[in-house]
């Protein structure tokens, strides 16, 4: 079992609507990192936090240190949003990545 | 903006085979490191370095090895390609270790093929 789980795996959404990816880890952290990463395969880090929520323009990421658990919400999808969104946290010495969640948004 | 630089973007290797993929940022960066990423899977650290000089193992270093000769170049060698070695590899770097509390910056990945 892997110590960060990402959930959907897979996810389709038309144009303009709202959605929720979500990340569990089993590990204590300080911190957790949301990054994008693009089908050309760069990678871009979105959000660090280790508390509350953190919004840039259409994302928010928030999370709950207690129970384990982050989300990425993108409001008003767009098909540039179509991605890979990736958690990952751990410890100083071994840093722990979901599977990644692919986000497809249609028009 | 250069930020994070990988070459070569993809490579098709034979069995046996080795080859060397690149590194370069020019950020400045103390700390580099390089991950696989595999259906499935998430990134997996290969090996990094904490400066100039050094470097250490990551989570799976066998098959692989690098060099840190100077600051802004973090190189991983294959010595003798391996088809479980076909993968996409990123390069990361950040200003400081810990990789939580501060932001690493990824390069664009190498598609490597072994045959």
């Known amino acids: 079992k892997n110590e960060v789980e990402q959930s959907p795996q897979n996810l389709t959404a038309q144009e303009g609507e709202f959605i929720t990816i979500n990340c569990s880890y089993s590990v204590g952290i300080s911190a957790l990192h949301w990054l994008q990463q693009h089908p050309g395969g760069g990678i871009v880090s979105l959000f660090m936090?280790?508390?509350g929520k953190k919004k840039h323009g259409r994302l928010i990421a928030t999370i709950n240190i207690q129970e384990k658990h982050s989300s990425l919400h993108i409001t008003a999808s767009h098909p540039r949003d179509s991605a890979v969104y990736i958690c990952?946290?751990?410890?100083?010495?071994?840093?722990?990545f979901g599977t990644g969640t692919r986000l497809q948004v249609t028009l | 903006n250069a930020g994070v630089t990988q070459t070569p973007k993809f490579r098709v290797l034979k069995t046996g085979q080795s080859m060397t993929l690149l590194c370069a940022q020019d950020?400045?960066?103390?700390?580099m490191y390089w991950y696989r990423q595999d259906p499935g899977m998430g990134l997996r650290l290969i090996h990094y370095?904490?400066?100039?000089?050094?470097?250490a193992k990551g989570e799976v270093p066998d098959g692989y090895n690098v060099s840190r000769l100077k600051k802004q170049n973090f190189l991983l060698g294959l010595e003798s390609a391996a088809p479980s070695q076909t993968s996409v590899y990123f390069c990361?770097?950040?200003?400081?270790?810990?990789?939580?509390?501060?932001?690493?910056?990824f390069g664009q990945g190498t598609r490597l093929t072994v045959v």
């Open positions: 990952h946290t751990g410890t100083a010495s071994k840093l722990t």
């Open positions: 950020m400045n960066h103390e700390y």
């Open positions: 990361a770097s950040s200003s400081r270790w810990g990789g939580l509390n501060t932001e690493a910056f």
């Open positions: 370095s904490v400066g100039e000089g050094t470097t």
């Open positions: 936090l280790s508390s």
